[in-house]
């Protein structure tokens, strides 16, 4: 059974740092590329940024560029997003989520839906 | 980015009726469009893959269509447990976004 679960949430004042985690099990953590995804209260859904298999290729959404940071221990089967110079708008649920990649010989394609969910982190940036 | 809008915002039917919720982007997305079911207090769900790929699991009453701009979900024969919020989801691009939502209600 797929297992995704979060950690390292909690509140933060304006201008802080805090690093999210995402414990994997259940499946071929380095076989799949990995996502975060936020939802601010009572509102909608948010990509956060994206992670190959390898870590070889990251992805950011404009508005957390150059502040947040993906990365990924395929030998521990964990999933990391480091957030900095936080602000209230970041405040939100955020879950990390899967994408399998398929791979023929050196290539590999990876259909970026999300197909397993974590059950998230609530983020509260405040002062 | 691809915007994606999504209609109607709230819909209210009764079990056993069809609901069909509508998703438009701003700018083709091929068939790269994906439908998700989110209930109160839970992760969402992955329903449809690619326009009209049901996922492993999601039942039959369930699908999926479209291509380019417009895009549709339908569930027929509406279940109590249908309850929740759709979200559609588009990876035809960078950045990968998400509609707005449609709330679904069971009279």
């Known amino acids: 059974e797929v297992q995704l679960l979060e950690s390292g949430g909690g509140l933060v004042q304006p201008g802080g740092s805090l690093r999210l985690s995402c414990g994997a099990s259940?499946?071929?953590?380095?076989?799949?590329?990995m996502s975060w995804v936020r939802q601010a209260p009572g509102k909608g859904l948010e990509w956060v940024s994206s992670?190959?298999?390898?870590?070889?290729?990251?992805q950011y959404a404009d508005a957390v560029k150059g502040r947040f940071s993906i990365s990924r221990d395929n030998s521990e089967t964990t999933l990391f997003l480091q957030m900095n110079s936080l602000r209230p708008d970041d405040t939100a649920v955020y879950y990390c989520?899967?994408?399998?990649?398929?791979?023929?010989?050196?290539?590999?394609?990876?259909?970026?839906?999300?197909?397993?969910w974590g059950r998230g982190a609530l983020v509260t940036v405040s002062s | 980015e691809t915007v994606l809008t999504q209609s109607p915002a709230t819909l209210s039917l009764s079990p056993g009726e069809s609901a069909t919720l509508s998703c438009r982007a701003s700018?083709?997305?091929?068939?790269?469009l994906i439908w998700y079911q989110q209930k109160p207090g839970q992760a969402p769900r992955l329903l449809i893959s690619d326009a009209s790929n049901r996922a492993t699991g999601i039942p039959a009453r369930f699908s999926g269509s479209g291509s380019g701009t417009d895009f549709s979900l339908t569930i027929s024969s509406l279940e109590p447990e249908d309850s929740a919020v759709y979200y559609c989801q588009q990876r035809g691009s960078w950045p990968l976004t998400f509609g707005g939502g449609t709330k679904v209600e069971i009279k």
């Open positions: 700018q083709s997305v091929n068939s790269y």
């Open positions: 989520a899967t994408t399998r990649e398929y791979c023929s010989g050196a290539s590999c394609f990876v259909p970026w839906f999300f197909d397993f």
């Open positions: 259940g499946f071929t953590f380095g076989s799949y590329a």
């Open positions: 992670i190959r298999a390898n870590g070889g290729d990251t």
